[in-house]
T-cell receptor, first 113, second 114 residues
Framework: AQSVTQLGSHVSVSEGALVLLRCNYS??????LFWYVQYPNQGLQLLLK??????LVKGINGFEAEFKKSETSFHLTKPSAHMSDAAEYFC???????????FGAGTRLTVKP | DSGVTQTPKHLITATGQRVTLRCSPR?????VYWYQQSLDQGLQFLIQ???????AKGNILERFSAQQFPDLHSELNLSSLELGDSALYFC?????????????FGPGTRLTVL
């Protein structure tokens, strides 16, 4: 079975600063990895996904994530935070042989003016 | 707009009651997933259906059941409701069975049990 751990339930950055949200995964088979964002009172929206092609994945809204097998990590970054990035972010993992997607506990991002 | 619809948007009921939540997947998607999101438990996977058949089960209580109909819409039935069942219930859909398929989430149903 696969699982993800998100380090830090809350992250606060200043507007214009680098955003780094951490995700480590555990999987006995090659994983597929996803980042989702949830704005208040809304459902989850896909930011980006890794499916074994390029290890650096670019997503929407200027976010990107790098798959590092040696570190079992899939951290989400954005060079310059915007006020509109304030939301909850979820890392998720699934595998090629099943679609039992497992979500992390989420990281709430706050952006200070 | 993800293309996944859920009704109702809000539901307020009393302990011991039974409710049904409805989900219509994106056009063409065969897989439907149900999740429960609460402050203390986070986002919990409940159950998955693929083309009418149950495919995966997560942390779903025995008081809860689901089904997917021939037109691919799905219903989640919650019975003997308890205060702790108050949560956001999300439905998601995806195009296939493979793990590489991302899930598209509906807006959720907020259930309040009084």
């Amino acid at each position: 079975a696969q699982s993800v751990t998100q380090l830090g339930s809350h992250v606060s950055v200043s507007e214009g600063a680098l955003v780094l949200l951490r995700c480590n995964y555990s999987s006995s088979v090659p994983p597929y990895l996803f980042w989702y964002v949830q704005y208040p009172n809304q459902g989850l929206q896909l930011l980006l996904k890794y499916t074994s092609a390029a290890t650096l994945v670019k997503g929407i809204n200027g976010f990107e994530a790098e798959f590092k097998k040696s570190e079992t990590s899939f951290h989400l970054t954005k060079p310059s935070a915007h006020m509109s990035d304030a939301a909850e972010y979820f890392c998720a993992v699934s595998a090629y042989n099943n679609n039992d997607m497992r979500f992390g506990a989420g990281t709430r991002l706050t952006v200070k003016p | 707009d993800s293309g996944v619809t859920q009704t109702p948007k809000h539901l307020i009921t009393a302990t011991g009651q039974r409710v049904t939540l409805r989900c219509s997947p994106r056009s063409g998607d065969l897989s439907v997933y149900w999740y429960q999101q609460s402050l203390d438990q986070g986002l919990q996977f409940l159950i998955q259906y693929y083309n009418g058949e149950e495919r995966a089960k997560g942390n779903i209580l025995e008081r809860f059941s689901a089904q997917q109909f021939p037109d691919l819409h799905s219903e989640l039935n919650l019975s003997s409701l308890e205060l702790g069942d108050s949560a956001l219930y999300f439905c998601a859909s995806s195009g296939g069975q493979g793990g590489y398929n991302e899930q598209f989430f509906g807006p959720g149903t907020r259930l309040t049990v009084l």
